[in-house]
């Protein structure tokens, strides 16, 4: 790892932190992190916790590594507040 690669991973570590003692996340990349494109392709399913993207312009691959956040019902009944009580 050259000492780029090293400071860019420094402060994507230090984003990450301040981002969690602040209580927010990320948003979604919309653009290729390393030519800034958003020519992007979601390659893989979901696996995981993460989904492989591709740079259409530039060639560049990574995986988005997603957390749970909560859910949203679609159907039937959220009966999660009803077994706490």
């Known amino acids: 790892m050259n000492k780029r690669e090293l400071n860019r991973k ?4 230090l984003i990450e932190m301040y981002l969690e ?3 927010r996340q990320r ?3 919309v653009t290729c992190p390393s030519c800034g494109s958003d020519d992007i392709t979601y390659d893989d399913g979901f696996v995981s916790g993460s989904i492989t993207v591709s740079c ?3 060639g560049s691959r990574w995986h988005e590594v997603w957390r749970f ?3 949203v019902m679609i159907d039937g009944e ?3 507040v ?4």
């Open 69 to 71: 956040e909560d859910i």
């Open 21 to 23: 003692l602040q209580g």
């Open 56 to 58: 259409d312009e530039c």
């Open 27 to 29: 948003p979604e990349p």
């Open 78 to 80: 959220d009966n999660r």
């Open 10 to 13: 420094r402060k994507n570590e």
């Open 82 to 85: 009803a077994r706490l009580e």
